[in-house]
């Protein structure tokens, strides 16, 4: 060969070298992979619930848990327990509480979850003052404001209530799912 032809292949080779095939690892590929998959078989979306409190729009979720038999605090434009309303959600974010100790304590709210919490613990015969194991599922309308929310399970926890749990619809479906497992009972 000559000398120009050696040159032009040493140029081509050093303009192509930046385009050489590596080597590529794919056991961290591979470990994602296994990794994703498990976690999507561990946490898939098992069960329904309760149906929606009539003019509640719940929030939506795309993982849940399974809902257990639980009593329902339903917060559209009517604050409703059981089906059963209670007052005008409106009257509930201006009710100031009749106790300077807990500020978010909304009365009326408190004497219903209180009447329930007691009968409850009367059936059980737990005693008077003791936590309810019993789940409260809060169906809150997806425009409630978080304040609100915030003093509903505040009273909730202070009528006995410590397992609190909140309802959304499942993404892409018209049923319902509890996203939020209990929260710990009153501070």
Do not use: H, Y
């Given at each position: 060969m000559s000398?120009?032809?050696?040159?032009?292949?040493?140029?081509?080779?050093?303009?192509?070298?930046?385009?050489?095939?590596?080597?590529?690892?794919?056991?961290?590929?591979?470990?994602?992979?296994?990794?994703?998959?498990?976690?999507?078989?561990?946490?898939?979306?098992?069960?329904?619930?309760s149906p929606v409190v009539p003019g509640v729009r719940l929030p939506t979720a795309s993982v849940g848990v399974i809902a257990l038999s639980q009593l329902t605090l339903g917060i559209g434009a009517q604050v409703t327990l059981g089906g059963h309303p209670l007052m005008n959600t409106i009257d509930a974010a201006r009710a100031k509480s009749n106790d300077p100790a807990q500020p978010l304590v909304i009365p009326p709210l408190f004497t219903a979850l209180k009447a329930s919490a007691d009968s409850m613990r009367r059936a059980k015969s737990t005693p008077k003052d003791s936590s309810l194991d019993t789940p409260l599922a809060i169906q809150g309308d997806s425009s409630m404001h978080y304040d609100l929310l915030a003093r509903v399970m505040q009273t909730a926890r202070m009528a006995g209530f410590k397992n609190i749990s909140l309802q959304v619809n499942k993404t892409g479906n018209a049923t319902t799912v509890t996203t939020t497992p209990g929260t710990p009972g009153a501070p």
């Open positions: 000398r120009g032809k050696d040159a032009r292949m040493a140029r081509r080779a050093a303009q192509f070298s930046k385009f050489r095939m590596t080597e590529l690892n794919l056991i961290p590929l591979v470990d994602t992979f296994v990794s994703i998959v498990f976690f999507a078989l561990t946490t898939a979306t098992v069960g329904e619930l």
